[in-house]
């Protein structure tokens, strides 16, 4: 059974630094490019960062260029997003994907279940 299990949102305040982890079970963790989208209320579910299975290719959103950071950990089939100088606007479900392949603006296969990242300003 896919599982991917997404852990570390929470409450902060601007400013504030967060790191969310997505731990992957019931598929290979090689050959999959991994991303991490968000939705915030009442807006489309767009995808923030993204990473090939290798870290050699990876994708920011510009919204995020410079404050967030991805990366994986392929031996404990984690990915996580390490967010800093978090703005109010960052306030969303973020959502844990993979897909096969190395191609990273694409659709996602498998997605888990979300966590809710709120900033207060």
């Known amino acids: 059974q896919v599982q991917l299990v997404e852990s570390g949102g929470g409450l902060v305040q601007a400013g504030d630094s967060l790191r969310l982890s997505c731990a992957v079970s019931?598929?290979?963790?090689?050959?999959?490019?991994m991303g991490w989208f968000r939705q915030a209320p009442g807006k489309e579910r767009v995808l923030v960062a993204a990473?090939?299975?290798?870290?050699?290719?990876?994708y920011y959103a510009d919204s995020v260029k410079g404050r967030v950071t991805i990366s994986r950990d392929n031996a404990k089939k984690t990915v996580y997003l390490q967010m800093n100088s978090l703005k109010p606007e960052d306030t969303a479900v973020y959502y844990c994907?993979?897909?096969?392949?190395?191609?990273?603006?694409?659709?996602?296969?498998?997605w888990g279940q979300g966590t809710q990242v709120t900033v207060s300003s």
């Open positions: 994907a993979a897909r096969w392949g190395t191609t990273l603006v694409a659709p996602y296969n498998y």
């Open positions: 990473s090939t299975w290798s870290s050699t290719s990876t």
């Open positions: 019931g598929f290979g963790f090689s050959n999959y490019a």
